[in-house]
């Protein structure tokens, strides 16, 4: 089964510094995608970023970046230029298509990102 | 962009009635939607896979009974929490993937409901 593990479960980092926000996954499969989410007060999830498993080019999303390694199935997020904006719980998730061709996501444990003025 | 609602934003039930809770994909087609329930401070937990015009598929450990979903048309999703508990209790979301030509891979969210059961 496919897991999804975020080993931080806060951080903060101080306004206009750069944070990253790791995951590693755990799968048998070849082709997946990842993304990364986020959360902020209002719980309305946001898509921030996604990589195609096939794609060796890491995403870019103006501040926001993936370092995504396949053989080490890792996945991390680098925000830029830290904004207070940027305070909101981060979800890396995991997609795959289902041999009935649905689609399955499962998610990490999350991580709550705080950002300081 | 895609935009997903849910309704109602928040509900108050009592212990023992059933509430009905809508997600509606507004402009696009969805065959598929998700339904998660996600606890305080938590991850989201994907309860069933709603499919337009047949039954959904439910993860392993989610009553279908309890938890009836409802894919009735291509914008529209219920689900239904029948004789719900206290401790059924919690921040249910929804989501839909756009099923356009471009075969988007991407999920879009609801803004949530939280049902508070009494």
């Known amino acids: 089964a496919q897991t999804v593990t975020q080993s931080q479960p806060e951080m903060s980092v101080q306004e206009a510094e750069t944070v990253t926000l790791s995951c590693t996954y755990d799968t048998s499969e070849n082709n997946y995608y990842l993304f990364w989410y986020k959360q902020p007060p209002s719980r309305q999830m946001i898509l921030v970023i996604r990589q195609e498993a096939y794609k060796q080019q890491n995403a870019t999303e103006n501040r926001f970046s993936v370092n995504f390694q396949k053989a080490a199935k890792s996945f991390s997020l680098k925000i830029s230029d830290s904004q207070l904006g940027d305070t909101a719980m981060y979800f890396c998730a995991f997609m795959k298509q289902t041999t009935s061709g649905t689609y399955k996501y499962i998610f990490g444990t999350g991580t709550r990102l705080k950002v300081l003025a | 962009g895609a935009v997903v609602s849910q309704h109602p934003s928040w509900v108050i039930c009592k212990s023992g009635t059933s509430v009905k809770i809508e997600c509606r994909s507004l402009d696009f087609q969805a065959t598929t939607m998700f339904w998660y329930r996600q606890f305080p401070k938590q991850s989201l937990m994907l309860m069933a896979t709603?499919?337009?015009?047949?039954?959904?598929?439910?993860e392993q450990g989610v009553e279908k009974d309890k938890f009836l979903i409802n894919h009735a048309s291509l914008t529209l999703s219920t689900l239904t929490v029948t004789s719900a508990h206290p401790e059924d209790s919690s921040f249910y979301i929804c989501?839909?993937?756009?099923?356009?030509?471009?075969?988007?891979?991407?999920?879009?969210f609801g803004p949530g409901t939280r049902l508070t059961v009494t």
């Open positions: 989501s839909a993937r756009d099923q356009g030509p471009s075969g988007s891979t991407e999920q879009y």
């Open positions: 709603s499919n337009e015009g047949s039954k959904a598929t439910y």
